[in-house]
Antibody, heavy 122, light 110 residues
Framework: QVQLQESGPGLVKPSETLSLTCSVS??????????WAWIRQPPGKGLEWIGS???????YYSPSLKSRTTISADTSNNQVSLILTSVTSADTATFFC??????????????WGRGTLVTVSS | QAVVTQEPSLSVSPGGTVTLTCGLR?????????PSWYRQTPGQAPRTLIY???TRSSGVPDRFSGSILGNKAALTITGAQADDECDYYC??????????FGGGTKLTVL
């Protein structure tokens, strides 16, 4: 059974760096055909794709966030991390980690973490 | 203005049928965009409903179906139930590893 669990500070100061970890169990983050994505949702608003990392370590980012975003994988601990720099109050959101299936069946998010709320405030 | 468009809100009567759509600000949605659909209740993570345009995710009842209607992807719910009331999101694969969410549709069952 695949499980994803987000973790990290719930409060970050403006202009500082947000850092989150997604701990994956039940499958290796290097398992072929799967990418690992970060998605965020500001309070009361819709979902926004931030970016993904492939099983080969290739990264893909939303153009609107690319300059501030880094996604990486720690294969020894089976974790995926998100770094978002220079945060502002607009970055306050619930952050979800999700597995992205790229098999012949299609391209879609097939497993989701529960999400973690990060508030940007001084 | 969102690249991927959805109706902000829709309503359906219990037992009725409703179709939610997912379009592009410019251009037509085709199967090449691998449309997928998700539902989300408040405070919960999204749940996958449909992928690859019309494939139901495991455990999703056949009341939910996906298709391409005209120049948009569509999610049709038949026999609407009270617990279908939630937010629905589509995602399109734009190529080069990039996915884009629609703005979401808030469905009311009344």
């Amino acid at each position: 059974q695949v499980q994803l669990q987000e973790s990290g500070p719930g409060l970050v100061k403006p202009s500082e760096t947000l850092s989150l970890t997604c701990s994956v169990s039940g499958v290796s983050v290097t398992s072929s055909s799967y990418y690992w994505a970060w998605i965020r949702q500001p309070p009361g608003k819709g979902l926004e794709w931030i970016g993904s990392i492939s099983y080969r370590g290739n990264t893909y980012y939303s153009p609107s966030l690319k300059s501030r975003t880094t996604i990486s994988a720690d294969t020894s601990n089976n974790q995926v991390s998100l770094i978002l720099t220079s945060v502002t109050s607009a970055d306050t959101a619930t952050f979800f980690c999700a597995r992205y299936d790229t098999t012949l069946a299609g391209r879609y998010f097939d497993n989701w973490g529960r999400g973690t709320l990060v508030t940007v405030s001084s | 203005q969102a690249v991927v468009t959805q109706e902000p809100s829709l309503s359906v009567s219990p037992g009725g049928t409703v179709t939610l759509t997912c379009g592009l600000r410019s251009g037509s949605v085709s199967t090449s965009y691998y449309p997928s659909w998700y539902r989300q209740t408040p405070g919960q993570a999204p749940r996958t409903l449909i992928y690859n345009t019309n494939t139901r995710s495991s455990g999703v009842p056949d009341r939910f179906s996906g298709s391409i209607l005209g120049n948009k992807a569509a999610l049709t719910i038949t026999g609407a139930q009270a617990d279908d009331e939630c937010d629905y999101y589509c995602v399109l694969y734009m190529g080069s590893g990039i996915s884009v969410f629609g703005g979401g549709t808030k469905l009311t069952v009344l």
